[in-house]
């Protein structure tokens, strides 16, 4: 009987071990398993976590760019965006001009990290065409585009006449001109120098969200062709005829609205112009001019 005994005991202790050793194997396998799938995560991810949008370098005369060389052309001293998608830009251009003529149902995501755009015949900056851009300034980055005096060291006539809002086909207009909605956000500094005419023309909405906007003009800093809506950051208006003109074709368009953030305008007329309704909360705002707000009837002038 002990012998039996001792037999199945070995037995009950075999196959006890062998259960272990099973188990064992497998939870290595399935350690092994996961760590390779981890691996392969990670892999599969790490492109597109490097794939953090085009390139594009300015260097003065020159340019580079990384990206898909259907995204970009080049004539003379002009670069033109031409699809959708994220665009980190640095660098400088002395006498040059970038343009954004992408499908009209394609959003366009410019990131400034210390760009400087200077033109002196027309806008240094052309949305031409896009669904939606976003100009976003890097963190600490300070950017600015500037346009030249006339050769006799005057500015030139207000292209407008102060009557009504650009057309495409007309003369040079602003520092920043764009053809649709523009959301203007980061928390950087966007300098706009108009030493012949305005800094900033849009055809639709400005949305600030975030970031310094700063706009030095001879006449209006900013010509809204829709509202005006700050959430976030600063606008700041120096050295204008007047500040901000929101021009709306009636119903809800010509807007000023500051929700957050601030507006600081310092100009020689009137500082918003809107053919709407306003939202100025007092603490939000500083006007320093002698008239702080003027409405508009739809399609009215600006002066």
Known sequence: MDGKKHSFLYRCMALLLCLILALAQSGCARRKSGGEESKESEESAAPEAENDGYRLFLEEWHY?????????????????????GRYRISGSLTD???????????????????????????????????????????PGSVNSLNDCETASGSPS???????????????????LRCDCRLIVQGSGTLNLSGKRGNSLITGGDLFLEGGVLTLNAVHTAALIHGSLRISGGRLNITSAENGVAAIGYGGWEGNVLVEGGTL????????????????????QVSFLCPQPMRKLSPYASPS
Not at 112 to 135: H, Q
Not at 264 to 283: F, G, Q
């Open 157 to 175: 006539e207000d292209p407008q006449g102060n009557a009504k809002f650009p057309l495409a086909g007309e003369p040079f207009a602003a520092c």
């Open 64 to 84: 580079r760019f990384s990206g898909a060389p259907e995204a970009l052309s080049a004539e003379g001293q002009s670069l033109t965006l031409r699809q959708g």
């Open 96 to 138: 040059g001009r970038l343009i954004v003529d992408a499908p009209p149902w394609e959003t366009v995501h410019l990131i400034l990290e210390g760009v400087t755009i200077t033109c002196r015949t027309t806008e240094p900056l052309w949305i031409k065409s896009a669904a939606c851009v976003i100009l976003e300034t890097a």
């Open 264 to 283: 600081a305008v310092a100009c020689r007329n009137t500082a918003v112009l809107y053919s709407h309704r306003t939202s100025l909360p007092e603490k």
